[in-house]
């Protein structure tokens, strides 16, 4: 059951009328819905960060919600449009380009749709090819949305192991370190969170106030080695000063207190990039 609630997630940055137009279309089908914005600064073409964004933003949000989601370096091309629901009873309307990998790994995927556009695609718009985030994506969020289609007139099952998947690379607790990789980072803030579960860092033993061992590589290379607390929040430390602290959504980041630790380093993310936590003795 889906709950009249449809949420955009985007590239498009909003100097121009994409968006807009995206909502008007959702008006069209049904100006009952209620419409919401999650993000349209998503680094262009960056599925890996649409990817993260969708599993940080998801929990949030009640069963029956829609999510459309358009980072789509492919457009017009022979990748697939589909519709996920999630183990939690979200759906996500997206091109099938490796946007779906962290919801996929973190809450699951229980069906995929493939997105019939002979039905479910504005009128007229057949010859256009290059904006399928309104004429396809935010169409049929709306009719999904609004409950003028259910999850089966979506089109097609689409087998779920077929979804496109970026490269994870799972967190590894030995001893007393735990090693990961730095997911993402806040585009705002410029913390970096990490891969790694506030578990792991319990069963290395590491706790509030220890000071740990923070090694940062990428392929093969140092570019980040100190020892910094681990802390509860970022006045633990002075400004300017580096911690590790457990973040909003359970997995340890790492951050300077009121500046950017991402900018101050030239700290970037994504699988290539490594980050291993020793507990000091």
């Known amino acids: 059951m889906t709950n009249k609630l449809l949420v955009f997630q985007s590239d498009f940055g909003l100097l121009e009328g994409t968006v807009s137009q995206m909502h008007g279309i959702a008006m069209t089908v049904d100006p009952t819905l209620r419409v919401f914005d999650l993000s ?12 993260y964004s969708l599993y940080q933003t998801c929990p949030a949000w009640p069963a029956g919600t829609v999510f459309v989601s358009v980072i789509d370096p492919g ?50 718009s057949e010859k256009s090819h290059v904006f399928h985030g309104r004429d396809v994506y935010a169409y049929t969020g709306a009719r999904l949305a609004s409950g003028v289609i259910d999850f089966e007139g979506v089109g097609p099952a689409y087998p ?28 705002h803030f410029g913390m970096v969170w990490t891969n790694i579960p506030l578990e792991a860092f319990e069963e290395a033993g590491i706790r509030f106030s220890d000071d740990v061992r923070v090694i940062i590589q990428h392929e093969g290379d140092v570019r980040y080695r100190e020892v910094l607390p ?39 993310t994504g699988p290539t990039w490594t980050v291993r936590f020793e507990k000091l003795a």
């Open 40 to 51: 349209h600064y998503i680094p262009q073409f960056d599925t890996w960060a649409a990817s």
């Open 230 to 268: 681990y802390c509860r929040t970022f006045s633990d430390v002075p400004r300017d000063d580096e911690l590790v602290y457990n973040n909003e959504i359970g997995n340890i980041a790492i951050a300077t207190n009121l500046g950017s630790f991402r900018d101050k380093f030239d700290i970037k």
């Open 160 to 187: 779920v192991e077929d979804v496109v998947m970026h490269t994870l690379v799972d967190p590894v607790v030995d001893n007393n370190q735990v090693t990961g990789v730095l997911d993402i980072d806040d585009p």
């Open 75 to 124: 457009v017009g091309s022979s990748r697939v449009s589909v519709v996920a629901r999630t183990a939690p009873g979200h759906y996500i309307v997206t091109p099938d380009n490796g946007t779906l990998t962290h919801v996929t790994k973190h809450l699951g995927i229980e069906a995929v749709r493939e997105i019939d556009e002979t039905v479910n695609r504005v009128k007229g």
